[in-house]
């Protein structure tokens, strides 16, 4: 994980000197989502605030528990680990009894739940009073499933009930807090848009690597991050003549079926599969790198190699053209094998001086728009925020109970 812009004196959020003391609360410690978490937590630790993590045992294997040994010393509050699924589970009420006693068992002042599952255990978990304040970052899950679809309608609705529990949206995105106002109404309670930052280390330049592939694809493997359609535009490149490599890196539920997709394609010796790793490491070994996402909410990958100047070429879902700003017309229709192929082989054409200009011109508006010490303030900000407007809600209550 990316190091952090950190400073106490700009992380307090609007919340004065008030100690916050906050569990952080969600599934899967993998992802974009478990980076931001990662983020949240050091930033916060270091503006002097208290902090916990409760997520999944059974998920994220060495990296993850590596990720969470590095991150010991910054959780006054601890680490729990607890086996959670991923979809709807009799075992989500134990789950949530836990969460309930480990909250008061620290005194937490916030509960943040990241994710669907995450929103859940920080939202539902059956507190003894009102205690701590609930805040909920949605991270896309429930959100992308097909509009009109039975999951899509049941997860809304739930969506619909759970902002009633709910002190303050944290959306990362101005697409998922869209999706959200469309199709879970508007949510009624204090919204902040709080766009997923990165450090300014991660704008140092990459040394490109002796020996790189063509094509290089950072991510899950699983058929909903696009990867069939990135295949597909690999075979029609091939088959114009330019004998191209891709640079797959990742796991995921689907990665035998691609691999044999790859084998049955006829381009074993074109797509070279690794574990997932550190970003930037690979971007050195790729000469372009291929977003070819069906559905996505602010995604890191994209953030990151923006901010590392490397050549990208990505689908136009979510929240990625938040990320290229003005540069979104760039961006290539989802589900469009041919589509992305022209992509790619518009960059692999472009003159080098002209395409290093305009990934330097990405790199620099996102320079000016994801700062990580910015991401660390408004969270703040939305909790004290929330605070401060469950205080003068009690206060009516507190004065018709005079004398």
Do not use: W
Request: glycine residues 10%; hydrophobic residues 45%.
């Amino acid at each position: 994980m990316a190091g952090s812009d950190l400073s106490a004196s700009v992380l307090t959020g609007g919340s004065g000197s008030a100690t916050q003391r906050i569990l952080h609360i969600f599934r899967a410690p993998v992802g974009g989502l478990f980076r931001h978490v990662l983020d949240l937590a050091r930033l916060q630790a270091t503006a002097g605030h208290q902090v916990g993590i409760l997520c999944d045992a059974a998920t994220g294997g060495e990296r993850a528990a590596r990720a969470l040994a590095d991150l010991a010393p910054c959780l006054a509050l601890g680490l729990m680990r607890l086996p959670m699924h991923r979809n709807p589970h009799v075992s989500d009420l134990r789950i949530l009894r836990a969460v309930a006693r480990h909250a008061e068992a620290v005194a937490a002042t916030v509960l943040h739940g990241h994710g669907a599952k995450g929103g859940v255990y920080a939202r539902m978990a059956p507190l003894r009073d009102r205690g701590p304040i609930r805040a909920y970052t949605p991270h896309g899950g429930s959100y992308n499933y097909k509009p009109g679809t039975l999951p899509h309608r049941v997860y809304m609705g739930v969506e619909r009930l759970m902002a009633l529990r709910t002190d303050v949206f944290l959306f990362e995105s101005e697409y998922v807090a869209g999706r959200h106002r469309t199709y879970a109404g508007d949510p009624g309670r204090i919204t902040r848009i709080v766009h997923n930052g990165i450090s300014e280390a991660e704008f140092a330049p990459i040394v490109p690597a002796e020996e790189r592939a063509d094509l290089v694809y950072i991510g899950e493997l699983r058929d909903a991050k696009g990867v069939p359609f990135l295949l597909d535009a690999l075979l029609r490149l091939r088959a114009e003549g330019r004998p191209l490599r891709l640079l797959m890196v990742g796991s995921g539920p689907d990665s035998e079926v691609l691999a044999e997709r790859v084998a049955a394609m006829g381009l074993r010796d074109a797509v070279a599969f690794e574990p997932p790793q550190a970003i930037r490491p690979v971007l050195a070994r790729g000469r372009i790198m291929v977003v070819p996402s069906l559905a996505e909410s602010l995604p890191y990958v994209v953030l990151e190699a923006a901010a590392a100047c490397q050549p990208l070429v990505a689908t136009d879902v979510g929240g990625i053209p938040e990320i290229f700003g003005a540069a979104a017309s760039d961006l290539v229709p989802p589900r469009d094998g041919q589509a992305l192929a022209a992509a790619i082989a518009r960059v692999l054409d472009e003159e080098p001086a002209a395409s290093r200009q305009r990934f330097e011109a990405l790199a620099a508006s996102v320079r000016t728009r994801f700062s990580m010490t910015r991401m660390g303030s408004d969270v703040l900000s939305g909790y004290a925020a929330a605070q401060r407007a469950r205080a003068e809600a009690a206060r009516p209550a507190v004065a018709s109970a005079g004398p």
